[in-house]
C-alpha cells in the first residue's frame, strides 16, 4: 500500500507513548460530501491517519511540512491537493495550521463513527 512504511508506523507507535495533542475536529456536512477540519498548533509533529479512499486536502492556512512516501514537501496555505488511496502522512506545523480533508458521502450520512469506519485503513498497534 502506498505511503504506509514500516518507519511510518515505528514513528506512531513511538509518538502514541508520548503525550498526546488534543484535536477537536469540526465536522461539516453537504450533499454528497463530508469535511473534517482541524487546527493545530505551530510545532506539532503528526502521523496522520491512513485513507482506504482518494480525497481532497486543502491546508486552509498556516505552513506545514508534509513527508508522504519519503517526499517532504512544504506547504503554505491555502494549498490543495489529492491524497490517493494508502497515503500517510507525517507532519510538522511550522505555524498553526488549519486543515481540511474532504470526502465523498453518497448517503448523506452523518454519524462520523460510520464515516471513520468507511474512511480509516485500521491499525494494528505494534
Same mark, same amino acid.
Request: glycine share 8%; aromatic share 4%; hydrophobic share 40%.
Given at each position: ?25 469540526? +465536522? ?5 460530501? #463530508?469535511?473534517?477540519?482541524? *487546527? %493545530? ?9 491512513? +485513507? ?28 490543495? #491537493? ?6 500517510? $502522512?507525517?507532519?510538522?506545523?511550522? *505555524? ?5 480533508? +474532504? +470526502?465523498?458521502?453518497?448517503?448523506? *450520512?452523518?454519524?462520523?463513527?460510520? %464515516?471513520?469506519? $468507511? ?8
Amino acid at each position: 500500500m502506498r505511503g504506509l512504511t514500516k518507519s511510518v508506523a515505528a514513528l506512531a507507535d513511538c509518538m502514541a507513548e508520548m503525550p498526546q495533542l488534543v484535536i477537536v475536529p469540526v +465536522h461539516t456536512f453537504t450533499k454528497g460530501w #463530508y469535511q473534517r477540519t482541524i *487546527t %493545530l498548533p505551530a510545532g506539532a509533529c503528526i502521523v496522520g491517519e491512513q +485513507h482506504g479512499k482518494r480525497h481532497i486536502v486543502h491546508i486552509i492556512s498556516g505552513e506545514v511540512s508534509i513527508v508522504t512516501d519519503g517526499v517532504v514537501q512544504t506547504l503554505i496555505g491555502p494549498a490543495v #491537493y489529492a491524497s490517493a488511496p494508502g497515503d500517510q $502522512r507525517v507532519a510538522f506545523t511550522h *505555524t498553526e495550521v488549519v486543515w481540511a480533508t +474532504h +470526502h465523498e458521502n453518497p448517503d448523506d *450520512t452523518r454519524d462520523v463513527q460510520v %464515516l471513520r469506519e $468507511r474512511l480509516i485503513v485500521p491499525r494494528l498497534l505494534k
